[in-house]
Structures are given as C-alpha cells and as structure tokens.
C-alpha cells in the first residue's frame, strides 16, 4: 500500500525558512515523479513544485521560483521542500503527491496523497 | 498558464439527484484533466483521469467528459458519501493548474 508522509510544517516568522520531509513508503520511490501541492485555509488546491524521478527536472510554480527548492534522495525514499523567504501567503497545508505512473517522461496527475503539513507564517 | 473555471462554485442537492460540474480551460488541454475529491480535513482523492478514465475502486457513478476546453463530471445518483468538495485539474503543460473547486452541499 501507499504511504505518503510529510512532516516539518509549523509556525514561521515572515521571511524565516522551513524544510518539508514526506518519506514514502510502499512503492518504487525511484521511479516516479514526485509533486508538493499546497492548500490555504479554506483556499483550493495549488501545485507548487515537481521533481522527475532522477531530479534531473524540475518545475516550479511562479510565485515560489527563486525561494523554494525541491529535492529528492532516492535512497532513502524521501521528498523534500525547502521553503526559504517565507510570506504570509505561503500559509498552506503542503501535501506531498505521487504521479500515476512508473517512468513517465512528464509529471502528470496526482494518484497518491499524504495527509498533509502545516505551515503557517505569522509574526 | 492555463486557468481552469468550475462551476458552480456551490450546489445544492438531496441524495439521489444528478449532479453535473463544469470544468472549463482557457485554451485546449485535449483530454489532459483528472478530477478529485476532497472531504473536509482530508487530502484530495483522485476520481477520473485523461478527462473519463475511472480510477480503479472509484464507484460507476462517477463519471467524466469532454476534451478541448470544456469538461464534465457527473455523479449518477448522489450518495451520501458523496457531499464534498470537487476540484478539476489539468496536465497540459508544465504548469499543472487546478479549478477553483465545487462544493456539494445538502439542499
């Protein structure tokens, strides 16, 4: 079975840094793109940033480019967000997701979800 | 960046009722859009890909239409289970966007 597990999320100052873990379990890690996906209080969904199964791509929603980084250790089956200059709109439950299928050339839709971690920025 | 518009943004409905939600893309997506579920608390549940794939163990209520711009999702007979809020979501392009969500409420 799948299992999605992100940890790290919690309060922040404005412009403080944060690093998001989702360890996943129950899969090939290694052969799937891997997504972050962010939810504000009572906000829809958005996609933040994915990373191919090699971390040789990565895409970036605009208003995170230059602040978040995305990584992957395939070895140890985990995803990871690094968050740095944080603003009070990045306030969002993060959801780590897997893609639907084994060594897709291009991430695509979300089969598997965590459960989700908070963060919020606030002073 | 392709914008993706639901609606409605809210629907009333009793259970056993047909309810549609419209999904629609600023430009062509093909039939690049999956649908999702979430229930308060709860993360996002994947009901339909490539715009009318079930996803496997999703029930035949569900069901998806469209290509190009506009899109569908029907639930057959509402159910219970059923009241939650519905979000569409496209794969076209590097920026994967998703519609601004449906809430199914209790008429």
């Known amino acids: 079975e799948v299992h999605l597990v992100e940890s790290g999320g919690g309060l922040v100052q404005p412009g403080g840094s944060l690093r998001l873990s989702c360890a996943a379990s129950g899969f090939s890690f290694r052969a799937y793109w891997m997504s972050w996906v962010r939810q504000a209080p009572g906000k829809g969904l958005e996609w933040v940033a994915n990373?191919?199964?090699?971390?040789?791509?990565?895409f970036y929603l605009d208003s995170v480019k230059g602040r978040f980084t995305i990584s992957r250790d395939n070895a140890k089956d985990s995803l990871f967000l690094q968050m740095n200059s944080l603003r009070a709109e990045d306030t969002a439950v993060y959801y780590c997701?897997?893609?639907?299928?084994?060594?897709?050339?291009?991430?695509?839709?979300?089969?598997?979800w965590g459960q989700g971690t908070l963060v919020t920025v606030s002073s | 960046d392709i914008q993706m518009t639901q609606s409605p943004s809210t629907l009333s409905a009793s259970v056993g009722d047909r309810v549609t939600i419209t999904c629609r893309a600023s430009q062509s997506i093909s039939s690049w859009l999956a649908w999702y579920q979430q229930k308060p608390g709860k993360a996002p549940k994947l009901l339909i890909y490539?715009?009318?794939s079930l996803e496997s163990g999703v029930p035949s209520r569900f069901s998806g239409s469209g290509s190009g711009t506009e899109f569908t999702l029907t639930i057959s007979s509402l159910q219970p289970d059923d009241f939650a809020t519905y979000y569409c979501?496209?794969?076209?392009?590097?920026?994967?966007?998703f519609g601004q969500g449906t809430k199914v409420e209790t008429k």
């Open positions: 490539q715009a009318s």
């Open positions: 979501q496209q794969y076209n392009t590097y920026m994967w966007t």
């Open positions: 997701a897997r893609d639907w299928g084994e060594w897709r050339g291009l991430a695509e839709y979300f089969q598997h």
């Open positions: 990373m191919k199964q090699d971390g040789s791509e990565k």
